[in-house]
């Protein structure tokens, strides 16, 4: 299904994907969707991208993610289920043999068959767009009560796996510009749903963050025919002060910088740009450091609570010039800044997005270094 137009194809060695999309088929498909609908509703509850003229960026809206499930609480639409947890084994979503499982969003906040992104002016200054893209489910265990620290080794390669399949098969979608691989952790973050799991949103086109740490890989280059990251990782393994641990392939420190005061980055040693480039050596490296990060989150937290996190994977942009520029690399930032005590974003981070965190990164890297032992 392409823009609400079935297309069957009858040969197997039709080369589908890229040709297809970029055919006057799909334009003319396209073009016939544009004039049924000329752009999205101005109904109040439509969802839309807004775009704000000051920071220069957009805002999704998506006001059916207020209906979307909480964990224990029932769906609307299914008074009848006799479950508590979509994503367990007895419920549909979780149905089946599996070890990790991808899963379309029920209450996604981008829309794989919405109008094509294309910003339109609405009167004399604001623009709007559709809310194009993509969100997936990616759940972790058919267990409810795990977490990423207690998976195996082998169910943690498992979901590795899995994350480079779904890159690289969202990054021959012509129209995505930023598969975003994450997971939020704890009722702190905001997470409705306590079974194990992470997402997946792709976006038309590159997120503010992703921009600024694109741009600064490419002026760096510019300037000194260098891999900015590969400077990091040879100024962090000459310090030694900030790192918590490290393998062959990567090191987890946190970061000079650090805008959290537990902020931790896991960094490949070896320049590469994305997941999907990975070999099984490498793999099997990263499952190992990402357990021991969340191990030591959740030691550090103490009393048998698990620690809430947000973990964010920045792979290089898709169907973008330049993207060899990119050294893949995985943040995580928690609240959690000392024992009942949370950093939460107040009138100087969120007036000047200028953070202000409580403690030097070297002490809290001894502090995540000697929690294991």
């Known amino acids: 299904m392409i823009c609400g137009y079935s297309i069957t194809l009858f ?29 999205p509703s101005d109904r109040f509850d439509e969802p839309q991208h807004r775009w704000d003229p000051f920071l220069k960026e957009w805002i999704i809206f998506s006001p059916k ?5 909480f964990q224990g609480k029932k769906f609307e639409s299914e008074p009848k289920k006799t479950w508590n947890c979509p994503f367990c084994p007895d419920a549909p979503e979780g149905a089946g043999n599996w070890v990790v499982k991808q899963l379309p969003n029920r209450f996604a906040a981008l829309d ?24 997936e489910v990616i759940l972790y265990s ?48 905001g997470n409705s749903m306590t079974h194990p799991h992470g997402q997946i949103y792709s976006f038309p086109y590159l997120p503010p963050k992703i921009k600024k740490k694109w741009q600064s890989f490419k002026e760096y280059h510019a300037s000194n025919q260098k891999c900015l990251m590969c400077e990091v990782i040879k100024a962090e393994l000459q310090d030694q002060s900030r790192i918590i641990e490290q393998n062959d392939d990567f090191i987890a420190e946190i970061p000079f910088y650090a805008h959290w005061a537990f902020e931790v980055h896991i960094i490949a040693k070896k320049h590469f740009s994305s997941i999907n480039e990975m070999n099984l050596k490498q793999v099997n490296n990263l499952a190992y450091i990402m357990k021991s990060v969340v191990n030591r989150y959740d030691a550090l937290i103490g009393s048998g609570r698990l620690m809430p996190y947000v973990m964010a994977m920045f792979n290089a942009p898709v169907n973008l010039e330049g993207k060899d520029l990119w050294h893949f690399h995985i943040e995580f930032y928690t609240p959690f800044r000392g024992i009942d005590k949370w950093k939460f974003l107040a009138g100087v981070e969120l007036g000047t997005n200028n953070f202000i965190s409580d403690a030097l990164p070297e002490k809290n890297a001894q502090i995540l270094r000697d929690i294991l032992k």
């Open 11 to 39: 040969h197997l060695k039709l080369k589908i994907a890229n040709d297809l999309l970029k055919s006057k088929l799909h334009r003319n498909i396209i073009g016939e969707r544009r004039k049924m609908n000329q752009q």
């Open 112 to 135: 794989e068959n919405a109008l094509p992104f294309m910003p339109q002016t609405v009167g004399n200054i604001y623009k709007k767009a559709s809310n194009y893209g993509k969100c």
């Open 142 to 189: 058919q267990d409810h009560y795990a977490s990423f620290g207690t998976l195996s080794h082998d169910n943690i390669v498992a979901l590795i796996e899995l994350w480079q399949e779904r890159f690289r098969e969202l990054g021959k979608l012509p129209e995505m510009k930023y598969p975003f691989i994450m997971e939020n952790r704890g009722k702190e973050i």
């Open 65 to 69: 993610r207020n209906i979307r499930p």
